[in-house]
């Protein structure tokens, strides 16, 4: 089957990287103005992210792109009929109010004020310029970082988590369902139903349940309970083992796993991590929050926008506010998405109808593809180990308003380790791909001599995932890549829709 650059000729030809700013959704840097379009309402914050930058404010609403497309995105599909999906064919995984949010055309959802009560512990979030990355790495570059890594789960996950787990306790659920890959989801939703009195099971990735046990006993202090993905308290999960008995799981298999336990319990409710329209609503809160931020330090706008995907929540989440001010001609950045080389999603999938699952139990979603039944290499960075792509962000990246790259994990870690050694802080292995496109960057800066402002989405820490860097440090860690065998098979059997 034909890589996913070669389906999109009919689609407006992308401008290069150095045209960008002459493209219709552009308007020239020095007509660039500070971000003025409407902003989600906010409370007051304790301090400043920035020495001598004011303090910035919670927002009240989150932001949905989908409203400013000028192409809406394809719908769902129903598994078995492939007519597009009725919303109430939502209702046995989720509440009615994130089924609403899930195929809204509004512009800004307001934030419950339960919600912001809990976002309170650890937003806003600090922005914070790299100042000492930058002196080694002698480029002429201002590198910011977004930090969700303050959170109580450490990651930017319980942004949707808290709102999850909340809209599912209003609705009178007991009991919550979903998976993990690195651990980061699950232990934030583990946190969020703690806050709002749900049992909540997680159905880890095996690959990541062996090398970061700690992500699971971060899970199980909050009251969960996990299982190790493919497990045998699913038929999904017997059918995967039966094939393959030493199989390292895989995010697909594990939503398999957590979807058919909610499809079977009138009490019990599916939430998702990632990938879904709503989740990346939640997050927007990162962006809406960061815009403020850069107009406080002077900054009219970034050039370009880094973030590392698996799912796309991330980056979405950061990137979305900014691409709605790009859409209205206030500013000019570039977008790029990071993905690892052994788990190439955008760069290397098929955009196609295709199952967000293994067992093909979910709609078909219109999405970049490896093909549902592919299972990635067992790489560090499991939050990224997914097959499929949020398909708000596929449809996104088919209308050439984002690029992406795939970057191999030693130059990630290579990476981390130069950030960490500057900045202090430890990353994730998923945001390392973030920093070593960044850093890319900005030696191509110094290359070149331009002072681009280069904004980085840092989507949390990595002290649970400190098994990783012993391996890079020792040199053990190796490339891992996608084998092409492997891909095609997997890629032929994505629905022929």
């Known amino acids: 089957m034909a890589a996913a650059a070669t389906l999109r000729p009919a689609l407006p030809q992308a401008a290069g990287p150095k045209q960008r700013a002459s493209s219709l959704l552009c308007t020239p840097k020095h007509n660039r103005v500070a971000a003025g379009g409407r902003r989600s309402l906010s409370f007051a914050v304790r301090a400043s992210p920035n020495s001598g930058a004011k303090a910035v404010s919670i927002p009240k609403q989150w932001y949905n792109l989908v409203a400013d497309l000028p192409v809406k995105p394809p719908p769902p599909l129903h598994p078995q009929t492939h007519q597009p999906l009725d919303p109430s064919d939502l209702s046995p995984l989720f509440p009615d109010e994130l089924i609403r949010q899930e195929v809204t055309d509004e512009r800004f959802v307001d934030i419950p004020e339960e919600v912001i009560d809990v976002y309170k512990l650890w937003r806003p979030t600090p922005l914070i310029r790299a100042r000492r990355l930058e002196k080694l790495l002698g480029t002429p570059a201002k590198i910011y ?141 990162i962006g809406e929050e960061c815009l403020e931020q850069l107009a406080a330090l002077g900054e009219a706008a970034p050039d370009v926008v880094v973030g590392c995907t698996g799912g796309g929540s991330n980056f979405g989440g950061l990137a979305f506010p900014f691409m709605r001010e790009k859409l209205a001609g206030r500013m000019s950045p570039e977008f790029v998405a990071v993905e690892p080389a052994a788990c190439p999603t955008l760069t290397k999938g098929v955009y196609a109808y295709d199952f967000g699952d293994t067992a093909g139990l979910t709609p078909l979603m219109k999405m970049h593809t490896l093909g ?126």
């Open 145 to 285: 970082y977004k930090y969700e890594g303050t959170s109580p789960a450490g990651s930017h996950k319980p942004n949707t988590a808290v709102p999850q787990a909340w809209y599912n306790a209003v609705a009178g659920v007991k009991n919550v369902v979903t998976e993990t890959g690195a651990g980061q989801w699950g232990s934030a939703l583990s946190f969020a139903s703690s806050l709002f009195g749900l049992n909540c099971e997680v159905w880890q990735v095996r690959a990541s349940f062996d090398q970061k046990p700690y992500r699971r006993l971060m899970m199980e202090t909050w009251g969960a309970k996990v299982h190790a993905s493919p497990s045998p308290a699913t038929e999904a999960g017997k059918k995967i083992l039966a094939a393959d008995p030493s199989s390292p799981g895989s995010l697909g298999i594990a939503i398999s796993e957590a979807v058919e336990v909610a499809a079977k319990d009138a009490n019990t409710k599916y939430c998702l991590g990632s990938v879904l329209n709503h989740v990346l609503l939640h997050q927007t809160v």
């Open 372 to 497: 549902h039944g592919f299972v990635p290499d067992p790489i560090h960075a499991g939050g990224l180990r997914y097959h499929g792509m949020a398909p708000l962000i596929s449809h996104v990246y088919e209308l050439r308003f984002m690029d992406a790259i795939a970057i191999q994990q030693t130059e990630c870690f290579e990476a981390a380790l130069k950030f960490a050694r500057t900045e202090g802080i430890i990353p994730a292995p998923e945001p390392t791909h973030a920093i070593a496109a960044a850093i890319r960057e900005a030696m191509e800066c110094k290359r070149t001599g331009e002072e681009k402002v280069i904004l980085m989405a840092m989507c949390g820490h990595g002290h649970f995932d400190l098994a990783a860097y012993e391996k890079y440090l020792r040199g053990d860690m190796v490339d891992l890549s996608h084998p092409a065998d492997k891909l095609e098979a997997s890629l032929a059997a994505v629905p022929k829709i």
